[in-house]
């Protein structure tokens, strides 16, 4: 599909079948799949939908959904070794959803061969689109944006709780969003200098990490991983440069954040 195709696509299955649940959900339509990991009948049904017109306009290629790969673990170890793969993510930020937040969003990403080459972040609610290519940079709501900046003093980070236990000279550590979806764009546009997470599943990282590439900036994960599909690690780093990704790396990923205090 062309990029401009998934957009519309990714537009569509959020006004149809995401926006109209939210601030709507009745309590059958929310459940624990896991400890603190919501699922609501909008998640279901958009990332059926997405899937199905992939796979529709792309007969051979893997299609691995969130839910779908809560519940086959084995469809995520494909994706680094499928000649083409798409990443879906039909509702990041299902908490903030859930509890009527407007801080959540669709991610989509194509891999090919391993490496991700387009990615797409659609905010419902706040109307922002972000959409990357490899090699042809981020638009966001159609608008070409620049390099990452050199970060502020103090350094700004959105970070899980585990690394703002305790202040942290030189930086300026706040609570994340809870939705990647909304978290990458904070330092796409300059709002946050880095972003850290304790999670580092495909479908949550592969449109946010190729923008922060593609924008001179650095994603990897403890101790130094640059992140692909199928790397794992502790912590995920997220920040606009390789240089402030080593440096904070060293002064958050300490002993006690890996031994799990």
């Not at 958009?46 to 992939?54: G, H, I, K, S």
């Not at 502020?152 to 980070?157: F, H, L, N, V, Y």
Request: proline letters at 8%.
């Amino acid at each position: 599909m062309r990029t401009d195709a998934v957009t519309d696509l990714i537009r569509d299955v959020a006004a149809r079948l995401i926006l109209p649940r939210f601030g709507h959900l009745r309590p059958d339509q929310v459940v624990a799949k896991a400890p603190g990991d919501l699922v609501t009948v909008a998640d279901r049904e958009a990332e059926l939908e997405l899937a199905r017109v992939l796979a529709a306009h792309h007969p051979g290629a893997l299609i691995v959904g969130e839910e779908a790969a809560f519940a086959d673990p084995r469809l995520v170890a494909d994706v680094p070794d499928a000649e083409q793969a798409w990443l879906i993510d039909p509702l990041d930020g299902t908490a903030n959803f859930a509890g009527g937040r407007p801080d959540f969003g669709v991610m989509v990403a194509e891999v090919r061969n391993g490496e991700v080459v387009r990615g797409w972040i659609w905010q419902p609610v706040h109307r922002r689109l972000l959409v990357a290519e490899h090699g042809a940079g981020v638009e966001c709501d159609g608008v070409s944006l620049p390099r990452l900046p050199d970060p502020q003093d103090p350094i700004r980070g959105a970070v899980p709780r585990r690394l703002r236990r305790e202040p942290v000279p030189g930086f300026d550590l706040r609570s994340s969003s809870h939705s990647c979806a909304v978290d990458y764009p904070a330092l796409l546009l300059g709002d946050l200098d880095l972003v850290a997470f304790r999670h580092t599943q495909a479908w949550d990282h592969a449109a946010g990490v190729l923008m922060v590439t593609e924008l001179g900036g650095f994603a990897a994960a403890h101790p130094g991983i640059p992140w692909r599909p199928g790397v794992r690690g502790p912590v995920l780093l997220s920040a606009s440069s390789a240089e402030l990704w080593r440096h904070a790396d060293a002064a958050l990923v300490t002993e006690r954040v890996l031994a799990g205090g």
